[in-house]
């Protein structure tokens, strides 16, 4: 028995276990031109009837169930397709409430540099003059509060520390860590005892260990704990209703299952929405809705949530780059930009045991996608360690092309290769 990483094009990319659909296009014309401003971009209108077929390509394509909300301007559309229990049938809709994953991390962002603007905290000083005890020795001199919100610090990712059982090919720790609680001090400690992915500032790698430490330098400078901050300050700033930390594994309202697949070693996929996300807290752990999520970019965007200097600072990128050195996408501190042929937009994506999730904005928050679905890691893996592309990667990134770039947005047909962009650092056996 061995082990494989699932990697795209020899590039392992950790994060919180979401198999994320990003576009690329090496084929399509469109690729080479200069990505088009915001209004450009946000102008092409809502063919409601092509997104509702979009959602349901999804589904047919084999996932359980997905929601969306799409936005133009002062138009909405929202819908929904599928199941979110496969047993009783009960339909999914528009507003359930859903585990967002990594998109916390953004909240979390904006919390700290809503601290930065105040004068509390200094984006490029040392973790260790505010946290002097966290990260021993020198490394907590070199790494700075930057570098945790770029992922370019070099510490590693602490999931493979928390569930253990990943690294000798099995999903047992899923089960056993179902009503475990974690102190964020644990988590940064597995971080911490994993292998660094490079000095200080030399290259990006994503690791939820740097947002959990962003959690922890929240509440030094604050004196309050940071999930209740991140509410007051920056979720009912924006005016979220639906969002939260929840309190207990539970999912405070109606909601989908969150069925887990693990590239086939859960068979049938199993479901996970009831979980203690206290392995995710400030990296991963907040609930929304598509509509939510759609107004908290709007409003982070519009400048409301923070001044012009520190949403400057929030969308100063590093490049992602594949093995070959292809860009894949920017990213900022808590926010990345991805290049479409219809323009450039700002959002994350995010995903925990069985949900995964999609936000993308033109950067004046005129034209907006959302996107919520209950099957995670429903492809497989080849026997190189490769993870290969699926039906609904496809289906995915048809849907978020109509919903950003109109009705003109060129489709597979058209030339597109559509690339499953891992973001979770798993384990797997083969």
Same mark, same amino acid.
């Given at each position: 028995?061995?082990?494989?990483?699932?990697?795209?094009?020899?590039?392992?990319?950790?994060?919180?276990?979401?198999?994320?659909?990003?576009?690329?296009?090496?084929?399509?014309?469109?690729?080479?031109?200069?990505?088009?401003?915001?209004?450009?971009?946000?102008?092409?209108?809502?063919?409601?009837?092509?997104?509702?077929?979009?959602?349901?390509?999804?589904?047919?394509?084999?996932?359980?169930?997905?929601?969306?909300?799409?936005?133009?301007?002062?138009?909405?559309?929202?819908?929904?397709?599928?199941?979110?229990?496969?047993?009783?049938?009960?339909?999914?809709?528009?507003?359930?409430?859903?585990?967002?994953?990594?998109?916390?991390?953004?909240?979390?962002?904006?919390?700290?540099?809503?601290?930065?603007?105040?004068?509390?905290?200094?984006?490029?000083?040392?973790?260790?003059?505010?946290?002097?005890?966290?990260?021993?020795?020198?490394?907590?001199?070199?790494?700075?509060?930057?570098?945790?919100?770029?992922?370019?610090?070099?510490?590693?990712?602490?999931?493979?520390?928390?569930?253990?059982?990943?690294?000798?090919?099995?999903?047992?720790?899923?089960?056993?860590?179902?009503?475990?609680?974690?102190?964020?001090?644990?988590?940064?400690?597995?971080?911490?005892?994993?292998?660094?992915?490079?000095?200080?500032?030399?290259?990006?790698?994503?690791?939820?260990?740097?947002?959990?430490?962003?959690?922890?330098?929240?509440?030094?400078?604050?004196?309050?704990?940071?999930?209740?901050?991140?509410?007051?300050?920056? !979720?009912?700033?924006?005016?979220?209703?639906?969002?939260?930390?929840?309190?207990?594994?539970?999912?405070?309202?109606?909601?989908?299952?969150?069925?887990?697949?693990?590239?086939?070693?859960?068979?049938?996929?199993?479901?996970?929405?009831?979980?203690?996300?206290?392995?995710?807290?400030?990296?991963?752990?907040?609930?929304?809705?598509?509509?939510?999520?759609?107004?908290?970019?709007?409003?982070?965007?519009?400048?409301?949530?923070?001044?012009?200097?520190?949403?400057?600072?929030?969308?100063?990128?590093?490049?992602?780059?594949?093995?070959?050195?292809?860009?894949?996408?920017?990213?900022?501190?808590?926010?990345?930009?991805?290049?479409?042929?219809?323009?450039?937009?700002?959002?994350?994506?995010?995903?925990?045991?069985?949900?995964?999730?999609?936000?993308?904005?033109?950067?004046?928050?005129?034209?907006?996608?959302?996107?919520?679905?209950?099957?995670?890691?429903?492809?497989? !893996?080849?026997?190189?360690?490769?993870?290969?592309?699926?039906?609904?990667?496809?289906?995915?990134?048809?849907?978020?092309?109509?919903?950003?770039?109109?009705?003109?947005?060129?489709?597979?047909?058209?030339?597109?290769?559509?690339?499953?962009?891992?973001?979770?650092?798993?384990?797997?056996?083969?």
């Amino acid at each position: 028995m061995t082990l494989a990483r699932p990697h795209h094009r020899g590039r392992t990319i950790a994060g919180l276990g979401l198999s994320a659909v990003l576009v690329t296009w090496a084929a399509a014309p469109a690729a080479t031109a200069a990505p088009l401003a915001g209004p450009a971009a946000a102008s092409a209108g809502l063919d409601r009837e092509a997104l509702r077929r979009g959602l349901d390509a999804i589904r047919e394509a084999g996932m359980y169930g997905a929601y969306s909300a799409v936005r133009d301007a002062g138009a909405d559309w929202s819908g929904a397709a599928g199941v979110a229990d496969v047993r009783t049938k009960r339909p999914v809709h528009p507003r359930m409430l859903h585990r967002v994953g990594s998109i916390t991390k953004t909240f979390t962002a904006v919390a700290l540099l809503q601290q930065a603007e105040r004068g509390k905290i200094e984006l490029d000083a040392p973790v260790a003059r505010y946290l002097p005890e966290l990260i021993p020795g020198e490394r907590g001199q070199k790494i700075t509060v930057r570098m945790l919100l770029n992922h370019t610090s070099g510490i590693g990712d602490y999931v493979s520390g928390a569930f253990p059982s990943f690294q000798q090919g099995s999903t047992a720790s899923l089960d056993d860590n179902r009503f475990r609680d974690f102190s964020p001090e644990e988590l940064v400690r597995f971080g911490l005892e994993a292998p660094s992915t490079g000095e200080p500032g030399q290259n990006w790698s994503y690791s939820n260990t740097n947002y959990i430490i962003a959690g922890l330098l929240l509440e030094k400078v604050t004196g309050v704990a940071a999930e209740p901050y991140i509410t007051r300050h920056v !979720i009912r700033k924006a005016g979220l209703r639906d969002t939260s930390f929840p309190r207990t594994p539970l999912i405070p309202g109606p909601h989908s299952k969150a069925y887990e697949s693990f590239y086939g070693y859960i068979d049938p996929p199993r479901d996970y929405s009831v979980y203690d996300m206290s392995w995710a807290g400030t990296a991963g752990a907040v609930v929304s809705t598509m509509d939510d999520l759609n107004r908290f970019y709007r409003a982070l965007l519009g400048g409301r949530l923070l001044g012009p200097a520190q949403l400057a600072q929030m969308q100063t990128t590093v490049p992602v780059t594949d093995g070959e050195g292809n860009v894949l996408m920017n990213y900022g501190l808590g926010l990345y930009a991805q290049d479409l042929p219809c323009g450039r937009f700002w959002g994350h994506d995010g995903g925990v045991f069985g949900m995964g999730t999609f936000s993308l904005s033109s950067p004046d928050g005129r034209r907006q996608l959302s996107l919520g679905i209950n099957l995670m890691k429903y492809q497989r !893996i080849d026997e190189n360690g490769v993870l290969q592309p699926h039906a609904i990667d496809f289906a995915i990134g048809d849907h978020m092309l109509q919903a950003l770039c109109g009705p003109a947005a060129p489709l597979a047909k058209g030339g597109r290769t559509l690339t499953p962009f891992p973001t979770q650092q798993v384990l797997v056996k083969r």
